[in-house]
């Protein structure tokens, strides 16, 4: 039988090989090429909301006047999890969590329910990271209802917000995602972290784009990620940025099932 080791690093390769072969374009198409996706920015969920639900609603920040950032992780939980979690811990800074579920959450049960005690947001990646625009709804409904049972047994909590692999969504999965209760959620900073491991350049790469309702994405998957965390917090604080989960940055509005988020 292949040791826990062995099996981490086959996933990773597995998992940066399709990477590296499709990231690229698929990145390119989620965030600029695709020009039927409507996506609905932080501040306007927040627009939309009555002012009297304001301060139940809000977490750590009233977003409407704080400068609000909001960390979100992938592909996660990983060997280099625990590390982060630390790292969140000791800065105060509440993430997003979108998880894989086999090789992940199947593997790394009590670091699920870490991430869930300690105030994080634990969201959904789907279970094999099949890519939703070339399933079937039947395969779509599966990918999102595994992840959500079990996320479910061990934080007692069913994710509302998704992460559609690659950023590849359309209006199947908006409308199954609407059925199931999930709003899904993409991004407007990218390292592009499963291209290198280079700690340095995946710091440069989120300060150089990240902006007030900044979503930045990022992977403890790989070796890289989490060594740059600590340079990327403080940096970030020292612009005057709060660091918010994905719902306390659309608070006091709420995520919208079926409805995208960028």
Same mark, same amino acid.
């Given at each position: 039988?292949?040791?826990? *080791?062995?099996?981490?690093?086959?996933?990773?390769?597995?998992?940066?090989?399709?990477?590296? #072969? @499709?990231?690229?374009?698929?990145?390119?198409?989620?965030?600029?090429?695709?020009?039927?996706?409507?996506? *609905?920015?932080?501040?306007?969920?927040?627009?939309?909301?009555?002012?009297?639900? @304001?301060?139940?609603?809000?977490?750590?920040?009233?977003?409407?006047?704080?400068?609000?950032?909001? #960390?979100?992780?992938?592909?996660?939980?990983?060997? !280099?999890?625990?590390? #982060?979690?630390?790292?969140?811990?000791?800065?105060?800074?509440?993430?997003?969590?979108?998880?894989?579920?086999? %090789? !992940? $959450?199947? *593997?790394?049960?009590?670091?699920?329910?870490?991430?869930?005690?300690?105030? &994080?947001? =634990?969201?959904? %990646?789907?279970?094999? &990271?099949?890519?939703?625009?070339?399933?079937?709804?039947?395969?779509?409904?599966?990918?999102?209802? &595994? +992840?959500?049972?079990?996320?479910?047994?061990?934080?007692?909590?069913?994710?509302?917000?998704?992460?559609?692999?690659?950023?590849?969504?359309?209006?199947?999965? %908006?409308?199954?995602?609407?059925?199931?209760?999930?709003?899904?959620?993409?991004?407007? =900073?990218?390292?592009?972290?499963?291209?290198?491991?280079?700690?340095?350049?995946?710091?440069?790469?989120?300060?150089?784009?990240?902006?007030?309702?900044? $979503? $930045?994405?990022?992977?403890?998957?790989?070796?890289?990620?989490?060594?740059?965390?600590?340079? $990327?917090?403080?940096?970030?604080?020292?612009?005057?940025? =709060?660091?918010?989960?994905?719902?306390? #940055?659309? @608070? +006091?509005?709420?995520?919208?099932?079926?409805?995208?988020?960028?």
């Amino acid at each position: 039988m292949p040791s826990l *080791t062995t099996k981490m690093t086959n996933t990773r390769s597995r998992f940066r090989g399709t990477a590296a #072969l @499709a990231a690229a374009g698929a990145l390119t198409l989620a965030l600029s090429g695709c020009a039927k996706l409507e996506t *609905t920015a932080p501040s306007s969920a927040r627009g939309a909301a009555a002012t009297a639900q @304001a301060r139940a609603a809000f977490g750590t920040a009233d977003c409407r006047r704080a400068k609000c950032v909001a #960390l979100t992780f992938d592909a996660g939980p990983s060997e !280099h999890s625990a590390r #982060l979690l630390d790292i969140l811990k000791e800065k105060q800074v509440p993430a997003t969590f979108f998880l894989l579920g086999r %090789h !992940h $959450i199947d *593997t790394y049960p009590e670091l699920v329910k870490r991430m869930a005690a300690e105030g &994080h947001e =634990v969201a959904s %990646h789907t279970w094999t &990271h099949r890519i939703l625009t070339e399933s079937t709804p039947d395969q779509i409904r599966e990918e999102l209802e &595994h +992840p959500n049972r079990e996320i479910a047994r061990l934080t007692g909590r069913r994710p509302t917000l998704m992460r559609p692999p690659q950023g590849r969504t359309d209006d199947t999965v %908006h409308d199954i995602c609407r059925e199931l209760g999930m709003s899904e959620v993409l991004w407007s =900073v990218t390292a592009k972290d499963y291209r290198t491991d280079d700690s340095d350049l995946i710091t440069k790469r989120v300060l150089d784009q990240v902006s007030r309702d900044g $979503i $930045i994405l990022l992977h403890d998957l790989y070796d890289g990620t989490v060594p740059a965390v600590p340079g $990327i917090i403080d940096a970030l604080k020292e612009r005057g940025y =709060v660091f918010v989960t994905v719902p306390q #940055l659309l @608070a +006091p509005g709420k995520a919208v099932p079926g409805e995208v988020y960028r």
